[in-house]
């Protein structure tokens, strides 16, 4: 049985499935069907390994430190597990995020076999999948340094293509290995030229999934790009602690030259092998590539919450909340949310960064972060608001305790809908049911707690001159938040 870890970077804060994805809340963290989400997904699918005597030890995670109550969260809540999660200050790109992870795994005086995946990939043939992973091992196994090729299924112009050289056999002389020799990496192309890749049949979609010995990784980068290395080392080796997650040197790390692993490594090492995947692969880069991958009803549309569709054609249609309704229309993605709603057509999807820049430009919030907004402690959603108040329904989890905290600019008011707050305002503790409320003044030293079994859900009612949530002075917390 060969112990492999698997590194699961989950740094990426796009917002292409906006407006269900937002910087604060990226698709990976999103449940495209109802059920896991994508993070969760990719962990999941690594368990049945042991049919090709592959034992996948706990993963290593490396994520934006903004999301790291997120991941925290969503590991807790399927009952995985991690060796580490690494936060990353700022995002430097994929080669020294493996870098850091492959530091990491070295640690304990081991060398193990890593296997790089992205937390936000979609993979539906799970068995092709542990296929290409074994194939892969034999390679990595003799020190290579293997990337996994998707078999393309069409004339792709959104996806890096990598040409494959000749068939290598393994060290026994099986050409039955399923590897190749790379001859090139290619950006993405233009049409035509994707047709030509695709007739060729040497081509393959660069999946940005790759494995390699832990060792073999840092040599070639030491070799190609050794700052890259140094920079990973030092805001490793002063990194510190923090509950669940390692928290790097932030200075360290900002001076680290910001590059991908296909740029930084692949594309220079003579020891790169390709080994195919044909596993019904989709990196959910757009809301028509989800479109494509869904099950769809007699006339071509994916329905999702509650939506109405009368005479509409070939389109994706996602409510939240609300009741969404289609005449007449063929073509589109509407996606509707508590705060924003999305009308496209499916071929102009990939422009939705169009809309997130003029959200910027206008100084609005819609492009960061959603109407509802998730803490270690549960999760807020903010109702309403307006000159001088605003309203939220908070919910907290069993246990969870919000910071010791107090506002200057702005009261407020809870009233208990289910469950039981222990509120704490200045030096005297109480405790608040349903249908009660208390009043918390403006600069009053004050926290909220969750000491029963069950989700505390409240309404708190703001008021003040300013409502921000940078008016938050903390004395303690238990998440170590500032």
């Not at 490793?236 to 692993?261: G, H, M, V, W, Y």
């Not at 490594?265 to 019904?280: G, I, L, Q, R």
């Not at 008011?413 to 009043?439: C, M, P, Q, R």
Request: with cysteine.
């Amino acid at each position: 049985m060969t112990a492999i870890v698997p590194i699961v970077m989950a740094g990426g804060s796009g917002t292409r499935l906006w407006p269900l994805s937002r910087a604060l809340y990226p698709k990976q963290f999103l449940s495209l069907d109802g059920k896991q989400t994508m993070l969760q997904q990719t962990l999941t699918r690594l368990s049945g390994m042991d049919e090709y005597s592959i034992h996948c030890k706990d993963s290593i995670l490396i994520c934006n430190e903004e999301h790291r109550f997120i991941v925290a969260e969503q590991l807790r809540a399927a009952s995985l597990n991690s060796e580490s999660i690494i936060l990353e200050p700022v995002g430097r790109n994929t080669a020294p995020a493996i870098a850091l992870a492959a530091l990491q795994a070295q640690r304990n005086g081991e060398d193990p076999i890593l296997l790089i995946l992205a937390a936000d990939h979609l993979i539906q043939n799970i068995s092709g999948f542990h296929e290409s992973i074994a194939n892969a091992l034999v390679h990595a196994l003799e020190d290579k340094l293997v990337t996994f090729g998707i078999e393309p299924s069409s004339p792709e112009t959104g996806y890096g293509y990598i040409q494959r050289g000749d068939s290598l056999s393994d060290a026994q002389g099986n050409n039955e290995s399923l590897g190749y020799s790379v001859m090139r990496f290619v950006e993405k192309p233009d049409r035509e030229t994707a047709q030509a890749y695709l007739d060729s049949g040497e081509y393959y979609w660069n999946s940005g999934m790759f494995m390699f010995r832990a060792s073999r990784y840092l040599e070639e980068l030491k070799r190609f790009n050794p700052e890259m290395l140094e920079c990973c080392e030092e805001s490793l080796r002063t990194a510190t602690e923090d509950l669940d997650f390692l928290r790097l040197n932030k200075e360290a790390f900002l001076q680290c030259p910001d590059d991908s692993i296909d740029y930084a490594v692949m594309e220079k090492t003579k020891h790169a092998v390709v080994v195919p995947m044909n596993a019904e692969w989709n990196d959910v880069g757009s809301w028509s590539s989800l479109w494509d991958v869904k099950a769809k009803d007699d006339c071509g549309n994916v329905l999702n919450g509650d939506v109405v569709a009368h005479k509409t054609e070939d389109s994706y249609i996602h409510s939240e909340g609300r009741l969404v309704t289609t005449l007449g229309v063929q073509n589109l993605v509407v996606v509707e949310t508590k705060d924003a709603v999305l009308v496209a057509q499916k071929d102009s999807v990939q422009d939705v960064k169009a809309i997130i820049q003029e959200l910027k430009d206008q100084g609005r919030n819609e492009w960061y972060q959603s109407r509802e907004v998730y803490r270690p402690w549960g999760i807020y959603d903010s109702v309403d608001s307006g000159e001088r108040y605003q309203v939220k329904r908070i919910t907290v989890k069993p246990g969870a305790k919000l910071s010791v905290q107090m506002h200057y600019h702005r009261a407020e008011h809870w009233i208990v809908v289910s469950g039981t707050a222990k509120v704490t305002l200045a030096d005297d503790s109480f405790l608040v049911t349903e249908n009660e409320s208390t009043y918390i003044p403006v600069g009053s030293v004050h926290a909220l707690e969750n000491p029963g079994s069950i989700p505390l859900e409240l309404i708190e009612v703001q008021s003040g001159s300013y409502l921000g949530e940078d008016d938050i002075v903390r004395f303690s917390d238990r998440y170590g938040r500032s």
